[in-house]
């Protein structure tokens, strides 16, 4: 599936305008025109071809009663060769509910898609808890549901059924880091690294709005400051913790809920919520300000070969110079001791 399709996938409605790639796909090939003559009276012909074009665009089923685009209608009756009214809505081509839902049925099995058994539930559950370690959004994890079904020649359903499955997917996988922390960090020092966080620091903000301060310059300063950071981080004992079963993204997820939180706000999260932001804030901070060290003692270390290799090229050239006036003046000197020595005698 092209990427441009994504934002069609699971929708209810037709879009007000369809561009030159979307119009594609209400484009029928004659199989399918001549299925559609051959099932369906003529006045059912273009609400046919509708679901049909919607269908194969979105992966699911046309419900939504707004005004079909009249540059759609065009296209679709001419290809089914039948006269579309000048403005049509679903409602209008439909007066029962029950002919509606034929129709689509109609159009999945031409299609082949069919709708998901309790086995393929399961199986798309365990592809979003997998698929929800790296991503803390219900939106981006209802898109990729929608995905995994309209790959699998699945009918998307209801956005509302996929976001209970989604925010199921995504509490087992909390309630699954949250156990592995705990096993990771005691309570008694997850309580004193709250504690630590909150304090004030010298610079007169607090430690957790120090360790979010990024190095603004390229600066032996900076460097510095990293690196207390650092051994900040290592004597609260950040360093010793092991989560390699936890994604380094989702890590990160919860650090970014952290940032510029003030303390009475982030005492009224639950217990789960304060220590996952918490204990990821702590080891996302430490990984980034030794990634941050690495490249700045990189950077300084070339400035400082850089300005010595310049250094040296302006000595060499200095040298250079000076070698060669040295050289004219002994010649000068030469010249005036010993005039006739380089006069040629002519006789």
Not at 29 to 48: G, L, M, N, W
Not at 64 to 91: D, H, Y
Request: charged residues 25%; positive net charge.
């Amino acid at each position: 599936m092209s990427h441009w399709q994504d934002r069609f996938l699971g929708i209810g409605e037709l879009p007000p305008e369809l561009s030159v790639f979307e119009i594609e796909f209400f484009q029928f090939s004659p199989q399918d025109i001549a299925a559609i003559r051959k099932e369906f009276r003529p006045k059912y012909r273009i609400a046919v071809a509708l679901q049909l074009g919607f269908m194969r665009l979105t992966g699911a089923k046309l419900n939504a009663f707004n005004v079909v685009p009249r540059k759609l209608l065009n296209l679709v009756g001419e290809q089914v060769k039948e006269n579309a009214p000048s403005i049509a809505s679903l409602r209008s081509m439909y007066r029962r509910g029950n002919t509606r839902r034929d129709h689509q049925a109609w159009v999945m099995q031409w299609l082949d898609i069919r709708v998901h058994t309790k086995r393929q539930e399961r199986m798309l559950f365990a592809a979003l808890r997998e698929a929800s370690k790296a991503i803390g959004s219900i939106d981006r994890l209802i898109a990729t549901a929608r995905q995994w079904l309209f790959d699998k020649s699945l009918l998307v359903p209801a956005t509302s059924t996929l976001r209970v499955l989604c925010v199921r997917a995504a509490s087992d996988t909390e309630c699954q880091i949250y156990e592995c922390i705990c096993r990771a960090v005691s309570p008694k020092k997850r309580l004193a690294w709250e504690t630590a966080i909150f304090e004030k620091h010298q610079d007169g903000s607090t430690h957790l709005g120090w360790l979010q301060t990024a190095p603004k310059r390229r600066s032996q300063k900076s460097l510095r400051n990293l690196f207390r950071k650092i051994e900040y981080l290592t004597e609260l004992g950040v360093a010793d913790i092991e989560l390699r079963e936890v994604p380094m993204e989702r890590l990160k997820i919860y650090a970014r809920q952290l940032q510029h939180k003030r303390p009475s706000r982030f005492r009224k999260l639950t217990e789960i919520t304060r220590t996952l932001q918490l204990v990821s804030f702590l080891r996302v901070t430490l990984s980034d300000a030794a990634d941050a060290t690495l490249q700045l003692a990189g950077k300084l270390t070339s400035d400082v070969v850089s300005q010595a290799t310049e250094a040296v090229r302006r000595a060499e050239g200095a040298s250079t110079i000076e070698g060669f006036f040295g050289k004219c003046l002994i010649l000068s000197r030469t010249r005036r001791s010993q005039p006739n020595r380089f006069v040629p005698n002519f006789g």
